[in-house]
């Protein structure tokens, strides 16, 4: 019963900023690598940002130096600080977890249900 809970999303005006967040609760996991993706209204899910166990970050290029992934290892959240929102950042963010529920266990993907960011004036 390993599920992956975002929240933080809503409406803010170009130029604003949002702060997500994700956190994975049940059963007992370990997370090598967190993910954030988005989809749009007829747009393909696009990955957004990413960030390893050893704390390497990737970001799309369309969201370099505006958004920031981190994670808490301890509350096993991830978060996307999300500066200077743009209409076309608005989508459903979804956020993905590598992990396993014991250590030798394989790991599998965990995917949330998406949380709403709306940017508009």
């Known amino acids: 019963q390993v599920q992956l809970v975002e929240s933080g999303g809503g409406l803010v005006q170009p130029g604003g900023s949002l702060r997500l967040s994700c956190a994975a609760s049940?059963?007992?996991?370990?997370?090598?690598?967190w993910n954030w993706y988005r989809q749009a209204p007829g747009k393909e899910r696009e990955l957004v940002a990413t960030?390893?166990?050893?704390?390497?970050?990737y970001y799309a290029d369309s969201v370099k130096g505006r958004f920031t992934i981190s994670r808490d290892n301890a509350k096993n959240t991830v978060y996307l600080q999300m500066n200077s929102l743009k209409p076309e950042d608005a989508a459903v963010y979804i956020c993905?977890?590598?992990?396993?529920?014991?250590?030798?266990?394989?790991?599998?993907?965990?995917w949330g249900q998406g949380t709403q960011v709306t940017v508009s004036s």
């Open positions: 993905k977890a590598a992990g396993r529920t014991t250590a030798w266990s394989p790991w599998v993907d965990y």
């Open positions: 049940g059963s007992f996991f370990s997370i090598s690598i």
């Open positions: 960030v390893t166990n050893s704390g390497s970050t």
